[in-house]
């Protein structure tokens, strides 16, 4: 019987971890509704050249209630005028459903383009939206099963990641994608940017759950990209890295997982039974307060004046500074090659 990494380290550390349980079944559900709607009657509402793709916490099977539904229209292939119009009718479907629209940024809920993603990495048309686009389709994103086998998905990854490892001076094997890493965090430094920008523009609206989810979620997806980096230099002590081989790799051992199922795995392998015991402690508690509707409200009204007295959200701090602890165990002190990786390319 197939066992997940979450489940090989539930029995690693004897622990339940209810909370994550119970998002992840959400999830699958979740999942599952929006692809009924995206195929009433049996028929897709787009054409083969897109794939549906969610981001946020239901991609990362972490969906509660009161989740933002962030979603995307992929398109890999000649832009029509009818793509617009799938946009509307999806708009129109999830507002009847009562699902929560994306943010007001545009940076979810309508069309993105491949080329602008795959050909727009730096320089000044790779602006926080593209960016965004284009990282979070490597750490957090999910495609909602249609007919096509999210081939549109599947294939703008793979050449995301080949644009990433290309070379234009060399046709050397790659033996680290520094391109990668360094976009990685790019963004993970962007999100802390955007939440000071936030912060200022927006006063208190909302501050205390935007730094609470700063300090796990956002985070984890950083860890998340961490690791795919290193995947690459571990395997390259075993010699050369085949491009073609590696991008498959990626895409089945990482992309196509969630970020705690990356985390997951990495403790199991180099048997972090008590750096992950500490790691998902933390991060159920952070999604056990946010699946409670008067918790996530508390918070979302909470003024940033106030938390200092406040028990929910001193306690939410405690356990991001044992999530913090037990990241920087992992990264920096344990006697793994990725502590090696850390020291070499983590900051320089």
């Not at 952070?286 to 959200?313: A, C, M, W």
Request: glycine share 4%; charged share 30%.
């Amino acid at each position: 019987m197939f066992k997940s990494s979450i489940d090989q380290l539930r029995e690693l550390t004897s622990k339940k971890w209810e909370s994550l349980k119970k998002a992840d079944v959400k999830s699958l559900e979740e999942k599952e509704k929006i692809a009924n709607l995206l195929n009433p009657n049996g028929t897709k509402l787009f054409d083969s050249d897109c794939d549906f793709i969610v981001f946020g916490s239901l991609a990362r099977n972490e969906f509660t209630e009161g989740s933002d539904l962030d979603w995307t229209l992929l398109v890999d292939g000649q832009a029509k005028p009818d793509h617009q119009d799938i946009v509307v009718e999806l708009r129109k479907i999830f507002s009847k459903e009562k699902y929560n629209a994306p943010g007001t940024t545009g940076t979810f809920g309508g069309l993105a383009f491949s080329h602008d993603i795959i050909h727009h990495i730096g320089g000044l048309e790779d602006d926080n939206r593209n960016t965004t686009r284009r990282i979070l389709l490597l750490l957090e994103s999910s495609p909602i099963s249609t007919k096509n086998n999210s081939i549109v998905y599947k294939n703008v990854i793979k050449n995301v990641l080949k644009r990433y490892l290309k070379k234009s001076y060399t046709t050397t094997d790659i033996k680290f994608p520094r391109f990668l890493l360094n976009d990685i965090v790019r963004y993970w430094r962007l999100m802390c940017v955007d939440f000071a920008a936030k912060e200022w523009e927006e006063r208190e609206h909302k501050w205390v759950l935007r730094n609470v989810k700063l300090r796990f979620s956002r985070k984890l997806l950083f860890v998340a990209g961490m690791l795919i980096c290193y995947s690459f230099y571990e395997r390259s002590k075993k010699g050369n890295i085949d491009q073609d081989e590696e991008i498959e790799y990626v895409l089945n051992e990482y992309v196509l997982k969630t970020p705690l199922e990356i985390l997951a795995a990495f403790c199991v392998k180099n048997n972090l039974k008590d750096i992950g015991e500490k790691l998902f402690d933390s991060y159920n508690y952070f999604i056990t307060v946010l699946e409670n509707q008067t918790n996530r409200k508390h918070l979302g009204d909470l003024s940033p004046k106030d938390i200092i007295q406040d028990q929910l959200y001193l306690e939410l701090r405690g356990q991001s500074h044992n999530y913090q602890d037990a990241l920087t165990e992992m990264f920096f002190n344990t006697e793994t090659l990725l502590k090696e990786f850390t020291i070499k390319f983590g900051v320089f």
